[in-house]
């Protein structure tokens, strides 16, 4: 992913976008990548390092306190790495390997959330995976973890040590103080199961001629998984498709290849890749890849922002035969392609190895992939997200406040004038929400009224989802 994304406000966005997060942190900000052979570790190449060898002992053998020797080796890994200078090459600890093998196949319990280490800080470093507790909870990319269930986060900790105390057994609870720009917040985010499907399909309701597939990221498992959803659909009478890629971090290229094939005709250009060491060369559609089961019915693709990666290839090469249109908003602009390889170990070096172009051969590294039709998001998603650790009653004034009028009037409740001020007007609007929850009626919005709120204006845009209706216009005209 782009760790050089344009900074933007704490919004409502990704929460809608409804991404499934789970503290997958191993550190690493991958989300194209490659399996090599596991079976074949990487050895020392028998080159010199004297140097890295001489400070070694000067340390182990001078330094005042005693030294933790695997510490020592992990930091020089660790500094070798990050020499590079690529925010998506990192070494992985054996711990951090294993967490991350875990989340490629999708079985963890946690929160939800990728992280990674940013200026010393755990700090969110890819969009959440649809359907988590982080997802719920409103995090997204850059956000910096500043305090654990009370206690300050120290600078430079391992990040692996942080993990530990956000991961946690699912139904406990976690409290995260979040930083984000100028503005901090607390969040209380309840452990879970992060589900293992990163495929979720149905029949539309309105029209029961198209099917509804959401691919949350593609793991290990998802291309099966979208095989078997476009047969069932199909059993129950899908003609055409409607694929949700927003909110897409990415994953297994070699996954999205199949799914891809499905869409072309063989010999089309899937992806391109160029490398240092090898001339430009295509992965192209094949029986191989797809069983020479081809997907024929009308499809429209769904992007935004947060698609990134192996969603961006999918998108590209849809895209680029001209036979698809893509709904939405640029995405999120990544390029490269990672490669995972075993170390003696343990652990592992995720590797960038190669960039990847679209079938006309486009870098959208930075860039992104446009949209064919767009269509925004609405501008409530841009608002802050309402800290649920202040205290709003009548007379506060609060741009949070603001935030409240306006979803309180978005949802039919009576509120004349969106103002910053929790006026006689708010109270009689929250105590009526409260009653339609079957909350406390104090008037005050408390946590759970903003949670529930907020859950509300997301159910709200659900039903209202402009992106997907113009995919059923589209597919529909």
Known sequence: MNNNQPHKKFTLKYIIVLVVVAVMASGATVFIYELSGKSAP?????????????????????????VDKEKLIDGALKGMTEAVGDPHTNYLSPEKAKDFDDSVSGNFEGIGAIMTLKDGYPTVAEPPI??????????????????????????????????????GKKGTSVKLEISRGKDTFTVNIKRDTIPVESVHSSIDKNNKSIGKIEITSFNDTTSDEFNNAVTQLRKEGAKSFIVDLRGNPGGVLGE????????LKDGETIVQFESLHEK??????????????????????????????????????LKDTGRFEVVGEKTFGKGTVQMLL???NGGELKLTVRKWLT?????????????TVEVKYPDYFENLVIDTSLKYREGVIS??????????????????????????ETVAAVKQFQSDQKLSETGNADEET????????FDNWKENDQQYQKAVEILTK
Not at 142 to 156: C, L
Not at 256 to 263: C, G, L, N, P, T
């Open 130 to 167: 649809k359907g988590s507790p982080a997802e719920k909870a409103q995090l997204k990319t850059d956000d910096v973890i500043i305090k654990i269930d009370g206690k300050d986060v120290i600078k430079d900790k391992p990040l692996e040590d942080t993990v530990k105390l956000v991961r």
């Open 280 to 317: 430009r060369n295509a992965d192209k559609a094949r029986k191989e890849l797809d069983k020479g089961d081809k997907i024929k019915e009308p499809t429209v693709l769904l992007v935004d922002e947060y698609s990134a990666s192996a969603s961006e290839v999918m998108a590209s090469a």
């Open 399 to 424: 741009e949070h406040v603001k935030i409240i009028n306006e979803y309180l009037k978005l949802l039919g409740y009576p509120i004349e004038t969106v103002g910053d001020v929790y006026n006689a």
């Open 42 to 66: 990487l050895a020392s190449s028998g080159s010199s390092f004297e140097e890295v060898d001489q400070l070694y002992e000067m340390i182990e053998g001078g330094y005042i306190k005693k």
């Open 450 to 457: 903003i949670q529930k709120l907020t859950t509300a204006v």
């Open 256 to 263: 999205v290849e199949k799914i891809i094939s499905r869409f």
């Open 342 to 344: 075993p170390l003696e």
């Open 359 to 371: 079938p006309k051969g486009e870098w959208i590294h930075e860039k992104g992939v446009k949209p």
